[in-house]
């Protein structure tokens, strides 16, 4: 089964049922789960746009919470944040399964039209994965 996991979390509700799926997943075939979050930052300005950035605090907050909602089921989990480019993150999700040699990619993916038309990163992940991929909605 799926005994290597990597779950893609941010701050979503659909973040959340995310690591509930892979905890379950984990749980069943007594595997490990790492937890991936991805800070991603615009290397120019875009006027008219905000740019916010995230606190290294509220990033460690979401990984925190998900290691949490694994361990206290019993799965042995890892967490780690990272600072990327804005729109590099597919690309990192899918390194990341592969160098955690993962056998299943679990992430949210919300789907109003605005990310069916300009694609989303679950949708590159998709293409850019050899590894199985759970979306959650």
């Given at each position: 089964m799926y005994e290597r996991i990597l779950v893609a979390v941010d701050h979503s509700e659909l973040s959340d049922r995310a690591v509930?799926?892979?905890c379950d997943l984990a749980t069943l075939?007594?595997?490990e789960v790492w937890v991936l979050h991805l800070r991603e930052r615009d290397i120019r300005f875009k006027p008219g746009i905000p740019i916010t950035d995230e606190t290294t605090q509220e990033a460690n907050a979401v990984v925190s919470a998900a290691l949490e909602v694994l361990t206290q089921a019993g799965v042995k989990a890892y967490?780690?944040?990272r600072d990327i480019?804005?729109?590099y993150a597919s690309g990192e999700i899918a390194?990341?399964?592969?160098?955690?040699d993962v056998d299943l990619i679990v992430?949210?993916?919300s789907s109003d039209l605005t990310n069916f038309v300009l694609g989303t990163t679950t949708h590159k992940v998709l293409?850019?994965?050899d590894r199985p991929v759970l979306v959650i909605r």
């Open positions: 509930l799926a892979a075939s007594h595997g967490g780690g944040i480019v804005l729109g390194g990341d399964a592969k160098e955690h992430m949210g993916s293409h850019l994965t």
